[in-house]
């Protein structure tokens, strides 16, 4: 699976280096291309001549030393590796990953990929287990890095503990498995938009009117899609959930704004979820000032939004469309409904005065329903919702989906 792919190899400073030329040699009699980035405190390990004669390609340790004129150096390696790997990747490194810190080769390459980076710490187990390092690990975990864990064991240090980099055999059995899960994924290369969350529709600068919807399904989808292999734009309305990593994020705030989001992007995508909870109306007449209190009551004057779901519907070509009901009473039949009227796929019905099943939980209970099948789920939480709904998806369309 490794064959032909283009690792980078960004080498920092440790005693482990060695096992570093050890992985680069491993690497490429495993078919890979690769190229080597070293920090200036790992040239004091092993000298760069030793990865260009391994790797049969120059060795990047200067992020001012560009000998081709044609291409920014950190930009071009970054662009052109499909997978990254720091081996070893000392404390110093992963504190600067995490501060996005980028002051030299490696570093300022690190933020300008898009690949996969794993990250194989190598340390003392004292400096390992340090709350700052920790802290750090975690951090750019968060932000999408991927850890290859040290192993425990006798330390150059002479301390036994956890921190030794792994054998170059366990990195390399890591990369491949990474790229074969890669190959297997259903939607590789197929685009994906999802809606997510409330809109707000305005009434004057301190007033509102929205709904409850929290985003949690809509960004369960999102993040199952991502795992999938799919590219993805999840268009959202406002939420205080953490954006997924991997995707395309378009923030939006109105019923119309969404439309036009979704419009713009409807033709491109292969398939479409609609799991916002859009405004059906919004007040006639919006105010620039606040309005007053005053006595009696006050009326406002409500007009339609843009239906988004039917639009899709009558545009429909080769989009799979799937759109979600939540009801509070014959959820069956509105869900069917819906699916007729507005030329769906499949839709997704829950029954919001349900407990465990509302809005802003973090479990639910659906029924996925296409125009031959109505399919119950019992009670999961919102991202094995999220992994079923997607595993019916790919059914539908005859696509195989081993659920692990």
Not at 255 to 275: C, F, G, L, Q
Not at 352 to 373: P, Q
Request: with cysteine.
């Amino acid at each position: 699976m490794i064959v032909g792919k283009n690792v980078l190899l960004c080498v920092t400073g440790g005693i482990a280096v060695f096992k570093a030329a050890a992985l680069t040699s491993k690497l490429v009699q495993a078919g890979a291309n690769v190229k080597v980035a070293m920090s200036k405190s790992a040239k004091e390990f092993v000298t760069p001549l030793t990865f260009q004669t391994l790797s049969r390609n120059m060795v990047y340790d200067d992020t001012f030393s560009e000998n081709d004129p044609q291409v920014v150096a950190h930009i071009d390696i970054a662009d052109w590796a499909d997978v990254v790997v720091i081996a070893p990747a000392t404390a110093n490194m992963i504190g600067k990953l995490a501060n996005g810190i980028a002051d030299d080769m490696i570093s300022t390459t690190l933020l300008a990929t898009t690949a996969p980076v794993f990250v194989a710490p190598a340390m003392n187990v004292h400096m390992y287990e340090h709350p700052a390092v920790q802290r750090n690990m975690e951090r750019i975990r968060l932000d999408g890095y991927q850890f290859i864990e040290p192993e425990e064991g006798y330390l150059a240090c002479g301390y036994v503990g956890k921190g030794r980099l792994p054998e170059p055999d366990d990195i390399l059995a890591c990369l491949t498995s990474f790229f074969a899960k890669e190959k297997e994924k259903p939607l590789r290369n197929k685009s994906v938009l999802i809606t997510a969350g409330p809109t707000q529709e305005k009434i004057d600068p301190v007033r509102f009117i929205s709904n409850h919807s929290s985003g949690k399904m809509g960004y369960a989808l999102a993040q199952e899609a991502v795992e999938l292999g799919a590219n993805v734009t999840l268009i959202s309305g406002p939420s205080s959930l953490d954006i997924p990593k991997g995707l395309t994020f378009v923030p939006v705030v109105t019923a119309e704004e969404m439309y036009e989001a979704v419009i713009k992007e409807y033709p491109t995508s292969d398939y479409v979820i609609k799991s916002a909870a859009v405004s059906d109306y919004r007040p006639k007449q919006t105010y620039s000032q606040k309005v007053k209190k005053q006595e009696g009551p006050l009326s406002i004057e409500f007009e339609r939004t843009k239906d988004i779901l039917k639009t899709l519907g009558e545009n429909k070509k080769h989009q799979l469309l799937i759109g979600f009901a939540a009801e509070s009473q014959q959820v069956e039949h509105y869900a069917k409904d819906k699916l007729e009227r507005k030329n769906l796929d499949m839709i997704i019905a829950n029954d919001i005065t349900e407990k465990g099943a509302g809005f802003a939980s973090d479990t639910n209970r659906v029924l996925i329903i296409t125009k031959k099948v109505v399919k119950p789920l019992p009670l999961l939480s919102k991202q094995e919702v999220a992994t079923e709904i997607w595993k019916e998806i790919l059914d539908y369309k005859g696509t195989a989906y081993d659920v692990c």
